[in-house]
């Protein structure tokens, strides 16, 4: 698969590609050089904690009481 490099060294990473790792929005990739000269394109861990915020988007409503929300935004589990 073949990409153009913008002026500011930029490039899209092919959808194929982006499936094949599950990356989304947000996610920071790394690149390696391996020993033959070609790079690896991978899916960086994750560099810092998920906010408990963050792990409530998109979950709100399902099955979840309110009482069960106000817990995981304050952190009881």
């Known amino acids: 698969m073949a990409t153009i490099i913008t002026s ?9 590609v ?10 920071s ?3 390696e ?3 033959d ?4 394109l991978l899916k960086s861990p994750a ?3 998920v906010s408990r915020f963050a792990q409530l988007r998109g979950h709100a409503g ?5 009482d069960q929300i106000m817990a995981l935004t304050r952190g009881d589990r």
């Open 8 to 16: 500011k060294g930029q490039v899209t990473i092919p959808k194929p």
């Open 62 to 66: 399902r099955h979840l009481s309110t």
């Open 29 to 31: 990739v790394e690149f």
């Open 33 to 35: 050089v391996a020993s």
């Open 47 to 49: 560099d810092h904690p």
């Open 37 to 40: 000269g070609r790079v690896v």
């Open 18 to 27: 982006r499936d094949l790792l599950g990356l989304e929005p947000g996610n």
